[in-house]
Every structure is written in C-alpha cells, then in structure tokens.
C-alpha cells in the first residue's frame, strides 16, 4: 500500500517537495496537497518588475500536481493532530509536510515595504517621484538580520540608481558587512558593486522609524531622506498542534522533521532557519523528500538538508552570482550552477523550464531566470544543477 503524505501549502518549497518526492519515491507514495490557491507563483524577479527587467510568473498548480500524478485540496491546514490533519476535515497521514509559508509582518513606521505583488505598484510611484526629481534622496533599509531575505533590498538600490544616475542613495542595514552572509569573496564583491553603482553603505544601523524626511536609528542617530523602501519582517500564524517558537517559526531537524511530532516535517519560510530563500526552501524540501521516500521503501538513504546559499544579485548591470557553501566563498560574473536561475538546485525550476516552454535568459543578457520565450535554452536542463564543467 502506498504511503499517504500530504503537503500543505501551494508555494516553491511545497511543490519542491512534491517534484522531488514523485522522482525519489515514484509509485510508493500517494501525494495530496493542500492549498487554497490555484496558482505556483514564482517570485525571484519581483525586484526586477519595476523597471522592466522581468516579471512575477504564475503557474497553474493543479496542472503541474497532475503532471506528478498528486491531487489538491483547495483547503488550508488549520491543526495537526497524531497521523491527522485538521483542513475542513480530519484527513490521515503516514507522512505530512508544512510548508504554508510566512507572512509579513511589516518593517517599521514610515517605510514602504516591498515584498509582495501588491507592493509593486507603490514603489513604481516612488520611482517615478525620483525619476522626476520631484525627491533626489531614497534610503533602502534592512529592519532585521532574522525572518528576512536582505538581498533583494541590495538590487533594489543598485537598480534604483543605475534608472536614476544622480540620486543619492545610501543603503541602511544591521550587517557588519554587505551580504555578509555570503562570506568574505561574495561580500568583497557586493561592497565593490555598491561603490560602482553610487549606493552609500550604512552598516550595523538599525532603522526604527521615518518621518518628516528624517530616518532614526536604535542609536538615536538619524539620517535625512526624502522616502524609505524596506523588506518586511515575517511571522508564521499559530497553527494548532504544531509547536512553534519566536515569531511562529517551526524548528526542525537535519532531515527537515518537527521537533515533537512524529512523521511530520516542514520546509520553507515556515520553519526556523533565519535565511528565507527559495534555494534554503528547495534544499529543505529536498531533504523532506528524501527521509520520507526511505521511509516508503525507496533504495536511498536521507540527505540532510545543506545550508548552501546560491543567488544571482541584480545591480541594472551585468548580475553578479554568489555562492556560500562549507565555508566556501565564491563571487563571479558567469554562472556558478546550471540553469543559472535565482533558485538554484532544484527539481522544480527544470521542470518548469521544460513543461512551460520557458528558457533561461542568455548569458550576455542582464537579467538571468526563467523567461517567457518560444526560443529553446541555449544548453540542456539537468535535473540536479551544477557547476559547468563538474
């Protein structure tokens, strides 16, 4: 009899794990998803949508589950119970995966936060305000080093300047250094992309509020700008019978398991990792996968989940590829991973690229990711994406 698990949520880490569960586990499992919405939104690109440079894909969920031969209930999980998930009803499981995500919970008073569709539209007004000189300074301020993605924040500054050449930017952060978490090379490389692109560094500044064209920081320091732009601390909502910590965060184990409940796992923004990327969401899908496909009998052992971190950072120029793994620091211009998209290693993306006749931009193009083309991809896809010539 197959292994009945259930996946909650309809974002990347959810569908992650249910490419990657039918490719590691094949018939052995029964998948079935539970999701409210009807869409795979795709969101690497959100930064890049006001100027142009690229767009927020949506895919239709249902399509890709039946591809993987899952099902979907368009309900959302509200309590897990022993081998029991409260969604409208009382559905069993052998295996349950959360990966329902997180929520903004905003940034601080003043702000405009961006990370999220509906915030797109605000910040193309911001944009046009400076484009118009209408006002000439932006701070782009990071509110946390915990729930949050700091990135997008870095491209949104360089792209802001590279559109509008002599405004004055200065991005305001928490970090000792620019992405420091990519290490000392990635770091070395943001820190020169800023100073190329005329974005002032402000580190281990901690924003707490803006008003009259005056940003305060925690040490009572301030700053005058004509508008701030910030990314959103994230929260996870209480959900019943699941035990969380600060901020509703789930903490789970090397092979993606809740700590207290048996047989059931949680990947993505939801659990407790700091980093909220999709490359961490897809490698701790990935991780769930592989202990739950072991435990329905596939010839495999479980691969703990890897705190590898891989993006393309944006800068209105040439991208810059980062890579932090095992204490490897690595900068470079041309691509470290294949398909060189934003979320790297996955089973979902080459999946997407194939069955949505999408490709990957060209390497001499600015922006890099899934791109809606009837062209092919210039190489082949792998299912398991590496560095070239590995």
């Known amino acids: 009899m197959a292994t009945r698990v259930l996946v909650a949520g309809g974002g990347i880490a959810a569908v992650e794990l249910v490419v990657a569960l ?33 767009a927020v894909h949506r895919f239709p969920l249902d399509e890709i589950l039946a591809d993987q031969g899952a099902t979907r209930r368009a309900v959302a999980l509200t309590e897990v119970r022993e081998h029991e ?26 702000a405009l936060d961006f990370g999220d569709t509906a915030d797109l539209e605000p910040f193309r007004q911001l944009l046009a305000r400076l484009e118009s000189g ?3 300074s932006l701070a782009f301020a990071l509110p946390d080093q915990q729930a949050t993605w700091p990135l997008p ?9 590279a559109r509008v050449p002599g405004a004055e930017i200065v991005l305001v952060t928490p970090e000792s250094a620019p992405l420091a978490l990519f290490g000392s090379a990635g770091s070395d ?15 281990q500044a901690v924003p707490e509020g803006f008003e009259d064209g005056v940003l305060t920081l925690a040490s009572g320091e301030t700053l005058a700008v004509d508008a701030v732009v ?9 959900l019943a019978g699941v035990p969380q910590g600060e901020h509703g965060f789930i903490a789970t184990d090397e092979l993606s398991r809740v700590e207290g409940l048996a047989d059931v796992y949680a990947a993505g923004d939801v659990t407790a990792f700091p980093v909220k990327q999709g490359g961490v969401a897809v490698r701790q899908a990935q991780a769930a996968a592989s202990c739950i496909a072991a435990d329905a009998g596939a010839p495999l052992r479980p691969e703990p989940f890897e705190p590898v971190l891989r993006d393309v950072m944006l800068t209105g120029a040439a991208p810059n590829y980062l890579e932090s793994a095992a204490g490897e620091s690595l900068s470079a211009e041309s691509p470290l991973w294949w398909p060189p998209t934003k979320i790297a290693d996955s089973y979902l993306v080459p999946y997407l690229l194939t069955r949505f ?5 060209p390497a001499g ?14 190489e082949p896809i792998t299912a398991r994406p590496a560095r070239p010539g590995a």
């Open 22 to 54: 039918r490719k590691l586990a094949g018939e052995r499992v029964e998948i079935q998803v539970l999701a409210p919405a009807d869409e795979l939104v795709y969101r690497p690109l959100l930064v890049a949508e006001p100027f142009g440079a690229g």
């Open 85 to 110: 998930a409260v969604a409208g009803e009382a559905i069993p499981f052998d295996a349950l995966a959360i990966a329902t995500g997180a929520k903004s919970a905003g940034s601080f008073p003043g």
């Open 134 to 136: 209408e006002i000439h």
């Open 153 to 161: 924040l870095y491209e949104l500054a360089m792209m802001t300047a």
């Open 189 to 203: 490389a943001v820190a020169a992309q800023l100073e190329r692109a005329g974005v002032r560094f402000r580190p």
């Open 230 to 238: 910030a990314v959103p601390r994230l929260h996870v909502p209480p």
């Open 357 to 361: 006749q999408l490709a990957v931009a």
């Open 365 to 378: 193009e600015r922006i890099v990711d899934l791109v809606s083309t009837s062209a092919q991809a210039g």
